[in-house]
Nanobody, 125 residues
Framework: QAALVESGGGVVQAGGALRLSCVAS????????MAWFRQAPGKERESVAC????????NYLDSVKGRFTISRDNAKNTTYLQMNSLKPEGTAVYYC??????????????????WGQGTQVTVSS
């Protein structure tokens, strides 16, 4: 099982920016998909962004396209989520997720993820 350590959450005003980081261990990092999910109070967890293992484009939740960017540094086993132009509806616990199965794409809906502990992001209006 992968161990995931997230950092970078906090409180920011609407329109501001935050960058989340996630360091992963225990999986062949360059070969697995990495993703960020979020869960707001009273709502289901949703996928925000996913970066694939290979040279294909990342996937994003429609409501964050153009504002959030997911990236990865395979040399550091680290995934990032740059969040710009944050909105109050972005307030949630953000979770890093690592795919358990190598070579699985971001469009594969099978939910085989290892999870981080979550980091709180609060966007004030």
């Amino acid at each position: 099982q992968a161990a995931l350590v997230e950092s970078g959450g906090g409180v920011v005003q609407a329109g501001g920016a935050l960058r989340l980081s996630c360091v992963a261990s225990g999986r062949p990092f360059p070969l697995i998909r990495m993703a960020w999910f979020r869960q707001a109070p009273g709502k289901e967890r949703e996928s925000v962004a996913c970066t694939p293992w290979g040279p294909t484009i990342a996937n994003y939740l429609d409501s964050v396209k153009g504002r959030f960017t997911i990236s990865r540094d395979n040399a550091k086993n680290t995934t990032y989520l740059q969040m710009n132009s944050l909105k109050p509806e972005g307030t949630a616990v953000y979770y890093c997720a690592a795919g358990r199965t190598p070579f699985r794409s971001c469009t594969d809906t099978r939910a085989d993820w290892d999870w981080g502990q979550g980091t709180q992001v609060t966007v004030s209006s």
